[in-house]
C-alpha cells in the first residue's frame, strides 16, 4: 500500500524527535559521567590530603617523643638547664615520603609567666614589675601592666591605677567582659586594654602562660627578658650577663646574681631558677599536599618523665 505524503511527513518528524530525544540523552548521560568523574577526582583529592594531614600529624607526635626523650634524658644527667644542652639542639630537616619533617625545643621558663601577676603579696608585686620592665624594653606602656593585673585578679573591682574590668571592655564591638582569672593563652593578651596587634607581636616571643606560678630560668632567658628581671640593667650588660652562662649555664640563682652584682646591679632571687620544668616542642611537617606544624607543651616531673599538657596545629 502507498504511504501518503503527510504519512512521509509525520514519519520524518518521528524520525527527527527521536534523533534529537537520543541526541538529549547522550549529552545529559556524557554530562552526568563528566559531573561523576570530576566528583570522583574531588574526593580523591580530597581523600590525598586528609590521609597526608594525618600523615604529619603522626610525624609532629614523632618529634614530640623526641624532645620529650632528650628532656627525660637531661634530667638524669645534669642539675641546670641551659641552651647548650642535648634537648636544646635544634632537629635538622629530616627527608620523608617527598617531603621533611624538623623541630626543636623551647624551654617556656625562659620566658616570663603572665600568669604569675595573679599572685598575692612579694611574689606578685616582683612579676608585676618584671613585666613593666619588659613591656619598657619593647617601648609599650607600662599602662598594660595595670590592665593586665586585673584581667587576672578574681573580682570585678578595679584595683590598679590605670587598671580595667567590665566597663573597659562592654564597650568594645564585639562587647566582651574581662576574664578575672588565669590566662589559658598568651593569645588572650590581645583582650587586654591597651594591647595592640603590633604590640602583641613584639612581646610575645618573651611572655608565655603555665598553668602555674614559675620562675625565670636566668639560663635560657632571652637578653630582653634578662633586662626585666634586673632592675635598670642595661641591654649591653644583659648581653654580658648572656656571655657569662655560655658553655655550661649559671650553677645557681647565687653565681647568677653575683655576676649582676659584679655589674654594679642588684637583683632579687625571688622568681629566679636555673632549671626548668616546661617546655614546648614544636614540629614542622612538609608534604606534597600538606603543611603540619605542631606544638606540644610538656610539663617535665622529678623523675624527668614528661607529660603533654597541650597540643595545638596548624596546617595548610
Known sequence: MPVSPGSSVRLQSQAGIALITALLVVALTTTAAAALLSRQQIDVARTENLLNSEQGYQYGLGVEIWAAGLLAA???????????????????????????V???????????NLNNLAQSGENGAIAKERFERLLGVIGAPLAIADALADWLDADSEMRNPHGA??????????????????????????????????????????VTVLPVATSVNVNTAPIPVVMSIIPGLSEGEAKSLAGAREKTG?????????????????????????????????????????RVQL??????????????????????
Open 74 to 100: 637531661d634530667r638524669k644527667t645534669s642539675n641546670t638547664d641551659h641552651l647548650h644542652e642535648p634537648w636544646a639542639t635544634k632537629l635538622d630537616p629530616v627527608a620523608i615520603d617527598g617531603g621533611a
Open 102 to 112: 624538623s623541630g626543636y625545643t623551647v624551654d617556656m621558663q625562659g620566658r616570663l
Open 165 to 206: 574590668e567590665d566597663e573597659a571592655y562592654l564597650g568594645e564591638k564585639p562587647p566582651y567582659r574581662a576574664a578575672n582569672g588565669m590566662l589559658v593563652s598568651v593569645t588572650e593578651l590581645r583582650l587586654v586594654k591597651g594591647v595592640t596587634n603590633e604590640l602583641y607581636q613584639a612581646v610575645a616571643p618573651y
Open 250 to 290: 649559671f650553677a645557681s640563682v647565687e653565681e647568677f646574681l653575683a655576676e649582676v652584682s659584679f655589674l654594679g646591679r642588684t637583683g632579687n632571687a625571688l622568681g629566679l631558677a636555673v632549671t626548668s620544668d616546661y617546655f614546648q616542642a614544636r614540629a614542622d611537617v612538609s608534604l606534597p599536599r600538606a
Open 295 to 316: 606544638t606540644s607543651l610538656l610539663q617535665r616531673s622529678a623523675s624527668g618523665l614528661p607529660r603533654v599538657i597541650l597540643r595545638s596545629e596548624a596546617g595548610e
